[in-house]
């Protein structure tokens, strides 16, 4: 296995260098000075084997880390040397590789190391943590219980299944760059799915956290104390990271979608008719807007029941799904009101649409359409025409009465 010493005074990138050099197959050795570097390199027995490469940060907190350069190759003439320095730093001597500080894709390819197809080696709560996950996904149950910041008796969903994918990633370090395990990742989407609400995705997560810590505690080689901490602290910050994007992804769906029949809401609407308006103006496209009323519906909730008159509006909804094509768009706005937006098309298409939804088995309604740019460019004002000439369709077909309220 190749053997790289890292010498860096920042030890959050550090240890993000040795993690991402692991992946590769590499047995990372960390220095944070230059007398680290020293007692790390002489004394621990790295003599015989040698180093296949060593990564020297100029900024270490007792010295330049040039001054290191002329030891290191003394003891070791084939390693390859790779100095981190800043743009200022710029007497680095040319027979050294020199690459920015934090470029950790540059630094793999300056160390210039064939990768090692064996795995990272493996840390000892990774066989631990195996044998005893059922007993582990146990103690978290019983903390989330107790815990007083959770609902009584609460309980994680797929906790084995959680356990088991955070045992997994411990066995793949995970740098900060490359995102979530791809395990943790998927478990975690499931998991806040079942949860809920983010309150409690965290609120249990925060809860598996501390079943660990007390699982593993006074049990791990004191060498892989801080590596260890390191890892799972990044699996369970990714995973509450997935828990809040999921979380995030549903109250924004849940924020421009009527909840009774499917269908994006009011805001929705204006969100995507003033982009279209937007699109239609930049490239001289055009699109129509239809306004509609379900006829009826206080009628059917006077004499049926609002449940007939929610049953009444799901089958409009559905109407509309099924006579619609792909790029159009149908909202409800509010009580009998529904809108539909057709990009790239005219009045023509709408009465089309109209004749469609009866088709499909829609409740009867009543409808007034208008297109950008004939009818006007401000989307308040179409939609108030498309309002009015509906209630004028009204008007004709009963004989000069256009109650909405019927």
């Not at 990768?115 to 990774?126: G, Q, S, W, Y």
């Amino acid at each position: 296995m190749r053997q790289i010493l890292v010498i860096d005074g920042d030890s959050s990138m550090r240890r993000l260098a040795r993690l991402s050099l692991e992946i590769d197959g590499a047995f990372v050795l960390e220095a944070g000075s230059l007398a680290q570097a020293r007692h790390q390199a002489f004394a621990k027995g790295f003599s015989a084997d040698g180093f296949d490469g060593i990564v020297i940060d100029r900024q270490l907190p007792d010295g330049d880390g040039l001054d290191l350069v002329a030891e290191m190759r003394a003891h070791w003439p084939e390693a390859r040397v790779v100095v981190l320095a800043n743009e200022a730093e710029a007497d680095v001597p040319s027979s050294l590789a020199s690459v920015p500080k934090g470029d950790i894709p540059l630094l793999i390819a300056a160390l210039a190391l064939p990768i090692d197809v064996r795995a990272p080696r493996t840390l000892a709560v990774v066989e631990l943590l195996r044998n005893e996950h059922e007993a582990l996904a146990g103690d978290w149950r019983e903390l989330c219980r107790w815990d007083p910041m959770l609902p009584p008796d609460n309980q994680p969903p797929i906790a084995s299944a959680f356990v088991a994918a955070v045992v997994s990633a411990l066995s793949r370090p995970q740098p900060l760059g490359w995102g979530a395990d791809p395990e943790v990742e998927k478990v975690a989407e499931v998991f806040s799915a079942a949860v809920g609400t983010l309150d409690l995705a965290i609120g249990q997560l925060v809860c598996l956290r501390e079943a660990l810590r007390r699982r593993i505690a006074g049990r791990l080689p004191a060498h892989e104390l801080v590596e260890t901490a390191d890892r799972l602290q990044m699996i369970i910050d990714r995973a509450i990271g997935v828990a809040a994007a999921r979380s995030t992804e549903r109250l924004q769906q849940q924020a421009f979608v009527d909840s009774l029949t499917g269908l994006l809401n009011r805001r929705a609407l204006e969100r995507d008719l003033r982009r279209e308006a937007g699109r239609a103006a930049r490239h001289h496209r055009r699109f129509s807007l239809m306004v509609i009323d379900l006829d009826g519906l206080k009628r059917v909730n006077d004499t049926e029941g609002h449940a007939a008159g929610d049953a009444y509006l799901k089958l409009l909804a559905q109407a509309l799904r099924n006579a619609l094509r792909i790029g159009d768009t149908a909202y409800r706005i509010g009580g009998d009101e529904f809108v539909v937006l057709l990009p790239e098309t005219d009045e023509g298409r709408a009465r089309a649409v109209a004749q469609r939804v009866l088709a499909e088995g829609g409740p009867n309604f009543s409808w007034g359409s208008v297109t950008y740019p004939d009818d006007g460019n401000n989307v308040d004002q179409l939609i108030d025409l498309a309002d009015k000439r509906l209630f004028d369709q009204r008007r004709v077909r009963r004989g000069g009465n256009a109650d909405r309220q019927e």
